[in-house]
Nanobody, 122 residues
Framework: QVQLVESGGGLVQAGGSLRLSCAAS????????MGWFRQAPGKEREFLGA???????TYADSVKGRFTISRDNAKNTVYLQMNSLNPEDTAVYYC????????????????WGQGTQVTVSS
């Protein structure tokens, strides 16, 4: 079993930045591929990006160049650095983990955090 806890969400003005963290426990972190998703009210959960066990990253076109995912295996933590935020980025942000290769599909992730709210004001 894997437990994931996100932190770092909050209120930010348009054009600002936030860094989200997701701390994992319960399994060797380096064995996990990690993904970031978000869900806005009335919308489906959206893939943002993922990082493999070896550190390879992939991003959705909607955030490419603005968002960066990294991981620190010594701290059992994955990060989502978000820059140039706009009101359309307002959502609950989730991290997810799976034991296999990275995936853009939410249904392929086995473990989820509780989510952290990000609100971007105009």
């Amino acid at each position: 079993q894997v437990q994931l806890v996100e932190s770092g969400g909050g209120l930010v003005q348009a054009g600002g930045s936030l860094r989200l963290s997701c701390a994992a426990s319960g399994r060797t972190f380096s064995s996990l591929s990690m993904g970031w998703f978000r869900q806005a009210p009335g919308k489906e959960r959206e893939f943002l990006g993922a990082i493999s066990r070896s550190g390879t990253t992939t991003y959705a076109d909607s955030v490419k160049g603005r968002f960066t995912i990294s991981r620190d295996n010594a701290k059992n933590t994955v990060y989502l650095q978000m820059n140039s935020l706009n009101p359309e980025d307002t959502a609950v942000y989730y991290c997810a983990a799976r034991l296999n290769y990275i995936s853009a599909y939410a249904t392929r992730y086995d473990y989820w955090g509780q989510g952290t709210q990000v609100t971007v004001s105009s």
